[in-house]
Structures are given as C-alpha cells and as structure tokens.
C-alpha cells in the first residue's frame, strides 16, 4: 500500500472575471516537481498521490487540479483549450514555481508539450504518463465532426447539460470505461475508490469540462501531426511512459511519439490510461532511474 497523505491547499486563479479555486497537494521535500493528472470526468489531483508520495522521498512534490476538473465547485466557464494552456503556465510560473521535474498524465501531457516546446527550460525535465491528445469521442469516431462541438455547448444548458451529464457519468458506463481504457485489473477499483471518483462526478459545474473533453474540446492538438511537432519541438530531456495493456488507437499515438528523436520511452509490462493511478511504484521507478540517467 502506497501512502497518499500529503499537505491539502488551494490556490485561486483568476480567469475571464472570475476566480476559480483550484486544489493542490505537497508532498516531500527537495528540488520542485509538478505533477499533472490527466482530463477525465473521473480524474482529479488525487490519481497522482501515490506516486507523489513515492517520488516525495527525492523531490517537494505538489499535485494540482485542472481548472474545471477536481472536487471543489466550478464556475459555469466554457472551457476551452487556451483556459487550459493559460492555467498550466500560472500552475508553473506562479504555483510550482520554477519545478525541475513536471510529470504529466492523459491529455495533460499534451498541454505540457505544447507549453514547453514554445517555453523551454534549461535544466528541467519532462515525464509523458500514457500521453493522449484526442478525446474519447473523436478517437472512437475516427475523426472530428462539427456536431461535437454543438454537443460540448449543450453541457452549458441548464436541465439539459445535466442530463446529458448524468449519461456520461451514470455507473454502468463508468463500469464499462475504466474496464476498457482505464484500469488493466477491473477489481482495481474497489467500493472505496468507487466513492471517491463519485465525488469528482458529483462536484458542481463538473459537466461543463466533463462533457467538453469527451467532445474533444479540450484537445490540445486536432492532428497527430501537431502533436509530433510538438515532441520534436522540444529542447528539454522527456520521457514517455505507457502500459503494455493500452487500448490500441491510444497506443498507436504513444507509439507514434516515442519515434521522435529525443523523446526516450519505457514500456512498463501492464497498465492503461491510468498507469500512474494503479501502478504507481511501477511508475516511480521508471521516472527516477531515467532521472539519474539524464542528470
């Protein structure tokens, strides 16, 4: 059992008049890293404690929450990928302040990508957790059509952004999504963890991110293409991190990165989207041995 425990805070970002709460956790003492969870309706800050906890024993490790996701209440802000990109570079520049080591899960890598190739740091190092840029529904699709984004802006209607919500969250697709794409053990998610990712859901104004990332609207990049730029565009040592069990349309993309020239990758033998959330030592020890390799 790994310990999750950690110093609990917020911190309020001001975004388009409003100032948004968001939650954070430190764990640790040493050199600064910042830890990313991934965009999901089930995700929030609490998915990276474990491996916060591991990695604690080098580094002061702070976990945060995306603006729109987490457990606290959110503001009905039709969130956008800019809102996303600008939060990542306040979670840097004012948050983590300057961190050596920023480990990111999910659709965060993404965005982590995008921020460092246009913004490098000497001497910081990244860490790309089962790296994703597409959204459940363009990725089932196979492409982007214009409905999506029509569906995105039903999330803001009030009675009928709910209840489109509620058929997002409802348990049986839960069920069936952490099955398929999230969790390589389905017994994983025990009753336990099943109440805590039921208080994400249930948050207020959870839907109006929720509904967008499933949409793809929350994308960092609308083509794979933007997404490799990005990789090779960057300066700083990055490692890429996924799971033997990855669903196959996901692993093509973290196949396609680990490619790129500069981008080293472990292949760890299980896991899924949500590797660092199940198999945090696992994770951990990958990281600080490729750690000690670039120093």
Do not use: C
């Amino acid at each position: 059992m790994v310990p999750s425990g950690g110093k609990g805070s917020a911190v309020v970002w001001p975004w388009q008049g409003q100032e948004v709460v968001i939650g954070t956790t430190r764990h640790g003492s040493g050199p600064k890293a910042l830890l990313l969870p991934a965009l999901s309706s089930i995700s929030t800050r609490a998915e990276m404690n474990p491996l916060a906890a591991l990695l604690a024993e080098r580094f002061t490790v702070l976990t945060i929450d995306w603006p729109g996701f987490g457990t606290v209440p959110k503001p009905p802000v039709a969130w956008n990928p800019e809102a996303l990109a600008a939060f990542l570079r306040f979670a840097i520049d004012e948050v983590a302040r300057e961190p050596v080591l920023v480990v990111a899960a999910g659709h965060a890598a993404g965005y982590l990508m995008a921020e460092a190739a246009t913004r490098p740091v000497r001497g910081r190092k990244l860490v790309l957790v089962a790296p994703t840029w597409r959204g459940p529904l363009p990725t089932m699709l196979k492409r982007r059509p214009s409905w999506l984004a029509r569906l995105a802006g039903v999330a803001d209607v009030p009675g009928l952004g709910a209840a489109l919500y509620r058929l997002n969250v409802n348990p049986v697709m839960v069920r069936m999504m952490t099955r398929a794409h999230v969790y390589s053990d389905p017994a994983w998610l025990t009753q336990e963890r099943q109440a805590g990712k039921r208080g994400v859901m249930r948050a207020k104004g959870a839907r109006h991110a929720a509904v967008r990332f499933v949409a793809g609207e929350l994308d960092p990049f609308l083509d794979r293409a933007g997404f490799l730029a990005a990789a090779a565009a960057l300066q700083e040592p990055a490692l890429a991190i996924y799971g033997a069990d990855t669903p196959p349309k996901s692993r093509a993309e973290m196949e396609a990165l680990t490619e790129v020239s500069g981008i080293a990758a472990r292949r760890l033998p299980r896991g899924k989207l949500s590797l660092h959330e199940e198999f945090p030592h696992e994770v951990a020890a990958a990281i600080l041995a490729w750690v000690a390799e670039v120093a």
